[in-house]
């Protein structure tokens, strides 16, 4: 696992010469992503790949919220997937989008939005006993709740990042599977420490354009 730093120190140096645009830069398995008028996101591409979103819908009456790049996936490969399934392990996989926060967000008020936003929506209820940490990613102000059920659908964690006038929100989900026995559902199995901390690493690796 590269050290956040260090990945950090990667990007900024192959910025300057000039190396690093649109695209993607092989970095010892770690790719690192440029996302168009976002930033960049890092994650290990022998177990993941970057795709649009295919396992949540966003509303039809809510999708002019979504702006560019869309609303995309980093989810685990195929291979990846069967591996885990065959340990009986949980694999995880990364949403997001940048959306436009509505009027008068504010760092304070930020929390308040958890499930109001366009990729999921859940109500106020579905936090009854969960704690919601806000905090800081890379200065800009967040606010992230664990172990929300919606319909169907545990949202790991959602995380809403407030990045001027806009919001980033992120969710981690258990992966889906094309193959059986899930075919076209989410993957069941034992929750598994060390692939959860991947799904982590990899959001945590946004570096969004201030």
């Known amino acids: 696992m590269l ?29 690192i992503v440029d996302l168009p008028d976002l930033g960049s996101v890092t994650y290990p591409m022998n177990e993941y790949s970057l795709r649009p979103a295919s396992d949540f819908s966003v509303p039809m009456e809510r999708s002019a919220e979504v702006i560019f790049p ?4 980093i989810t685990p490969n195929d291979g990846f997937v069967a591996e885990q399934r065959g340990e009986g392990k949980m694999v995880y996989s990364v ?10 967000t504010t760092a304070e ?18 936090l009854d006993g969960k704690p919601v940490a806000v905090f800081e990613h890379d200065g800009l102000p967040a606010a992230r709740v664990n172990g929300v059920t919606t319909g169907l659908v545990e949202i790991v964690s959602h995380i809403l990042v407030l990045n001027g006038g806009n919001i980033i929100e992120i969710l981690v989900t258990p992966a889906k599977s094309y193959a059986a026995p ?3 559902g989410f993957v069941t199995g034992e929750a598994d420490g060390r692939n959860l901390a991947l799904a982590e690493q990899i959001w945590v690796s946004f570096d969004f354009i201030q």
């Open 3 to 31: 050290p956040r730093k260090l990945i950090v120190l990667i990007v900024l140096i192959v910025t300057v010469l000039g190396a690093f645009h649109v695209g993607a830069q092989d970095i010892d398995n770690y790719l």
């Open 70 to 73: 869309g609303f995309l996936s």
């Open 95 to 104: 949403h997001f989008a940048a959306v436009v926060a509505p009027e008068g």
């Open 109 to 126: 008020n930020l929390e308040s939005l958890l499930g109001k936003l366009p990729l999921v929506s859940y109500e106020a209820e579905a």
């Open 182 to 184: 899930e075919f076209n």
